[in-house]
């Protein structure tokens, strides 16, 4: 997948995340993590969120702790 479907994928997971098919969500955010896991500042957060609704708790965590790493200069750290 080139960057323009990485991108594609990860707004079509994002809504899907919205209407509540989470399994869905997580299927299009993964798409696009793979193809690119730099296409949104935001990938890992989303596949965090789509990992923890899919009771993937262990994978939502590590994706959780890889963007709250690429931001803590930036965030207090109690807020993710």
Known sequence: AGQLDAKSHYMLGRCYF???SYDKALIHLRTAW???PKCNKDIDLWMGRACH???AFDSATT???RY???FKSKYDPTYI
């Open 18 to 20: 919205w209407v509540h």
């Open 34 to 36: 793979k193809g690119n």
């Open 53 to 55: 609704m899919n009771y």
């Open 63 to 65: 994706f959780y702790s």
């Open 68 to 70: 709250r790493e690429r």
